[in-house]
């Protein structure tokens, strides 16, 4: 997945395109980001967001 980034927290994603690898498990999505250095400690990390379907 890729995301284009007009406006961001992080100034540096500013006007970039971001590949955010993703998953489906079942009836969730899970987007992830690529490896980072955390802006607060530098240590290296990943986030993800879940997405679930309910019925």
């Known amino acids: 997945m ?3 980034v007009e ?3 992080n ?3 500013n006007n970039t395109r971001q590949v955010r690898p993703f998953r489906i ?3 969730r ?3 992830t980001t690529l ?3 955390d802006p607060v400690d530098g240590t290296l990390s990943t986030l ?3 997405w679930g379907k309910q019925e």
């Open 2 to 4: 890729v995301h284009d």
């Open 7 to 9: 406006i961001s927290w």
């Open 11 to 13: 100034e540096s994603w």
């Open 25 to 27: 498990e079942g009836k």
């Open 29 to 31: 999505l899970i987007i």
């Open 35 to 37: 490896p980072s250095k």
């Open 48 to 50: 993800s967001v879940v």
